[in-house]
């Protein structure tokens, strides 16, 4: 049996083809071509396949891809804007917070659904969010300082 | 003879990864990513036993399945399986789903067998499963040193088994076309693979790709069962393959570091110098491996006796992991250099301690400058008490330290340069980027020979199609590929000299390229720009080939050595060690990229905290079946696990360029463990340093 799907991802319509029994990972890498979220464990405990479900961080290892229909979804592919690249994403290759780069979308899609809630986050509230990503080069030093500078960076984007 | 030059615009700078775009947008495609027309999905078989024998396998049921491409035996009736997750057989199918039904379709008989699942069970009488390793004696006075020594200590150390958990698991996508075979190998040696491949086969070239890869650490250094199955599911499907193997499959199947115990009896003489070392020592490799690893370590003695047993369990055989053996014996000799030091006089400062039993090589001065500096950025001074902290409450804190050496070297590697006649330059080099950095070293190196920007350069690898490179281990990669890349580009520029030369009327040798400019030395203005003089060579563009062999000397370096230091404090009611500080003095010849070369480090340093306090390898004793083959219940530390890191890189640019990929991980658990004996005034054996066994270690009972 195929479920249809309908969805929204990264602000386009999206409709596909799945088993009931298939991850939105699997759906996003295999049929979409959406290969930037990562499988680390395939078990919810790395963070590598975080996306933002309607405004919530997810493990899209751990949603059914039938779960998706009619929600909004937004991957790694999303995160840059039309004018370039998210100051997320500039921070960590300024502060070069990441290494082989495979936990590295998982990362930012993280960081970006913490500053959406929270655009001011303390050094212990970065660490703390970020629990549930692993790195295993690992670059956890730098990536926590690119959050904070990308978080004060676009505090003074918000201020002009 | 060839030399790096003096003064440097780029080399030594902090330069941003020149594929980090590609890495923070989701635009990086690893070898898992590669989504091929007609893609087909494979699943491998294994043993659900720890010791087992294949009775009868029937393959009938999966290949009948609809979607089902290609079955591939791995093993036939009779043969033995060594562990739980030992290979069987494997399928590809049009999806994964319908892959994971076939494994399960497959019926197998098995004759389960007695499994041995620990170092005890092996080392006991009859067990067949303990073999005597290598021994080594040296010097005839251990019992005489012993008798006259101003203190003797003996201790127990150990670390137990972990394994890589690269993020990326083990892995290739496969495609035939005609007799021609293309990998995209989550690999660590592309050229390696890529010959591994053809031999197989027996075909005359197989091609390798690795454009990125998500860590290795030793443990992907050919295509293993994994990739050689892919590829044989690819022929026989006529349709390629992608075979990665699950989180499951990579802890249990695709390597880990063996575990490491000693017990050791040493001494030292009134002047506090080691002078006997007497050691049993043992630790498990897997079925097959054995589990060698340095011993004594970094600090000399002459008197010394050392016993090693390798113990075979039903377990994964170990691969090599960041600094083999290494690790091991840093735990082991500093744990022991510092509980000596203590017997010896309580109030003796051990970084003085280790001052007085240095190794009178290279490393004696590199030793001494890290020593000091470190313990200045750990406030040795201020915050160092013999050990046992008196402090009230149930936070006791403590300092240590610990050192660790490395070989290391520049690697085999060959490079090509070519420069073309409207200025582009390409530059390529058959290694490969673990996430090390090596993409950007290379256009790196080129622009800093040819006076260019790291933009104008084009530089390519990952290719077994590339000029060949040895693998990526043994902390080589960036010695051997900045030599070749620079000897290259050197060559390609004498040969633009020679045509640019006349036109400025002056000899080639009179001419240098710097600024983006190729000019007369000492007169900027009678020069070209770069594309001017590349203009000279209209169609016919210059390549040059060189071996790292032709300018390795002082260019790079082997025989490094690092010092680390850490600030724990450990709560002594609940047996939780927390870190305060680690600084990481790191032994780095001529730095090429500050910004990854700090990576590193502290990658390195991160690693060493993960088996220090957390990571360890569990099988269930009685049913040999491995306990905790994911993310969850083999422990990682996360962003919040670690503390300040202050990383210090010791420049030493005369020394050349050193691969730093290894060396910082060594002696950060050792440097840990010291700490938290300082701090609670007894010593906790065997890493990882759990609550449980710190509290063990306070009640004595460890």
């Known amino acids: ?160 | 003879m060839p030399n790096w030059p003096s003064e440097r615009q780029l080399m030594g700078t902090k330069v941003p990864r020149v594929d980090g775009f590609k890495k923070v947008s989701g635009g990086a495609k690893y070898s898992y990513d590669i989504n091929l027309p007609g893609l087909l999905y494979a699943m491998i078989l294994r043993s659900p036993y720890a010791h087992c024998k294949i009775v009868s396998i029937d393959l009938g049921p999966a290949e009948s399945m609809p979607g089902v491409k290609a079955v591939h035996l791995i093993k036939k009736p009779g043969d033995e399986l060594h562990y739980a997750g030992d290979e069987i057989a494997a399928v590809a199918a049009m999806t994964e789903e319908v892959a994971e039904d076939a494994l399960r379709a497959i019926k197998v008989k098995y004759q389960v067998l007695p499994h041995v699942s620990s170092e005890d069970q092996a080392l006991k009488a009859g067990a067949p499963a303990a073999r005597a390793g290598s021994a080594d004696e040296r010097g005839e006075k251990i019992e005489d040193a012993i008798k006259e020594a101003a203190a003797v200590h003996e201790g127990t150390y150990g670390c137990e088994v972990i394994t890589h958990v690269c993020l990326e698991t083990h892995g290739l996508v496969a495609r035939w076309e005609g007799e021609e075979l293309t990998a995209w190998a989550s690999t660590q040696a592309v050229h390696g693979t890529g010959t591994a491949l053809a031999q197989h086969f027996k075909i005359p070239k197989a091609t390798c790709i690795t454009n990125f890869m998500g860590g290795g650490f030793g443990s992907k250094f050919g295509p293993d069962i994994q990739g050689i199955v892919a590829a044989e599911l690819a022929k026989k499907a006529g349709a390629p393959v992608k075979l990665l193997l699950n989180r499951a499959e990579e802890h249990n199947a695709a390597g880990n570091r063996p575990s490491a115990f000693a017990k050791v009896k040493a001494a030292v003489d009134k002047t506090g110098k080691l002078i006997a070392f007497d050691a049993e020592t043992w630790g498990t490799g897997g079925h097959s491996r054995g589990a060698g690893f340095p011993l004594p370590y970094v600090y000399p003695v002459d008197n010394r006796r050392r016993k090693h047993t390798d113990c075979f369990i039903n377990a994964g055989d170990n691969r090599a992991m960041r600094a083999p053996g290494h690790p091991q014996g840093s735990l082991v000799m500093d744990s022991l250099m510092d509980d000596l030091c203590h017997k010896f006089d309580p109030k003796l400062d051990p970084v003085e301690f280790r001052l007085r039993n240095l190794p009178s090589t290279v490393l004696r001065d590199i030793y001494t400058k890290e020593l000091l500096l470190g313990a200045a950025r750990i406030g040795w001074k201020e915050n160092w008490h013999p050990r046992g902290d008196n402090a009230p409450g149930p936070w006791k804190r403590g300092l240590g330290v610990a050192l660790g050496t490395w070989g290391g070297g520049p690697g085999d590697a060959q490079a090509t340069c070519t420069l073309h006649g409207d200025g582009r330059v390409e530059v390529k080099c058959g290694t490969q980027d673990l996430g090390t950095g090596t993409t950007t070293v290379v256009p790196l190196v080129a622009a800093e020979i040819l006076g260019l920007q790291i933009g104008d350069i084009a530089g390519s690898i990952g290719s077994s199609a590339f000029p060949p490179a040895g693998g990526s281990g043994g902390s080589t990669s960036c010695g051997g590929v900045s030599v070749a890349v620079a000897m290259a580009c050197t060559k390609a520029l004498a040969e633009l000299f020679a045509k640019v030369a006349p036109k400025l009327e002056c000899k080639p040798e009179d001419l240098q390229a710097e600024y983006g400019r190729v000019f007369v030395t000492g007169n900027l203005e009678r020069g070209f720009t770069w594309k001017q003089a590349c203009a000279v060579l209209g169609q016919q563009p210059i390549t040059a080939s060189a071996d790292k062999k032709e300018g390795e000397k002082g260019m790079a370096t082997s025989t490094v050595g690092g010092a680390q230091f850490a600030d724990v404090s450990v709560d002594v009611e609940t047996g939780r060690v927390r870190l305060n500080k680690i600084v990481a003095v790191a032994d780095c010849g001529l730095v090429v990229n500050r910004l990854t070369c700090e990576s590193q480090v502290l990658g390195g340093v991160i690693m060493g905290i993960n088996y220090g306090l957390y990571e360890q390898r569990r099988l269930d004793p009685p049913t040999g079946l491995p306990v905790n083959p994911d993310m969850e219940f083999y422990l990682l530390a996360g962003a919040g696990d670690i503390p300040e890191i202050d990383v210090v890189l010791l420049d030493y640019p005369e020394r050349g360029v050193i691969g730093i990929g290894e060396p910082p991980t060594i002696p950060t658990a050792a440097a840990i463990s010291n700490a938290v004996a300082n701090a609670i005034g007894v010593r906790v054996p065997v890493i990882p340093l759990t609550p449980r066994r710190v509290l063990e270690a306070l009640e004595g009972k460890a």
């Open chain 1, 1 to 160: 049996m195929k479920l249809h799907v309908k969805t929204t991802i990264n602000g386009e319509e999206f409709e596909f083809l799945c088993e009931p029994r298939e991850s939105l990972l699997e759906v996003l890498r295999d049929r979409l071509g959406l290969t930037g979220s990562k499988e680390g464990c395939n078990n919810g405990n790395c963070g590598a396949c975080n996306v933002i479900l309607d405004g919530r961080l997810v493990n899209s290892c751990l949603v059914f891809a039938a779960e998706a229909a009619g929600r909004a979804i937004t991957t790694i592919e999303g995160i840059q804007g039309p004018e370039g690249l998210h100051p997320l994403q500039e921070k960590f290759l300024e502060h070069a917070a990441l290494q082989c780069g495979i936990c590295t979308p998982g990362f930012i899609v993280a960081a970006k659904a913490l500053l959406d809630r929270n655009p001011d986050p303390s050094e212990a509230e970065v660490r703390l969010w970020l629990a549930g990503n692993l790195c295993r080069c690992t670059g956890y030093d730098k990536i926590v300082r690119a959050v904070l500078e990308a978080a004060k960076s676009t505090a003074v984007v918000m201020e002009k």
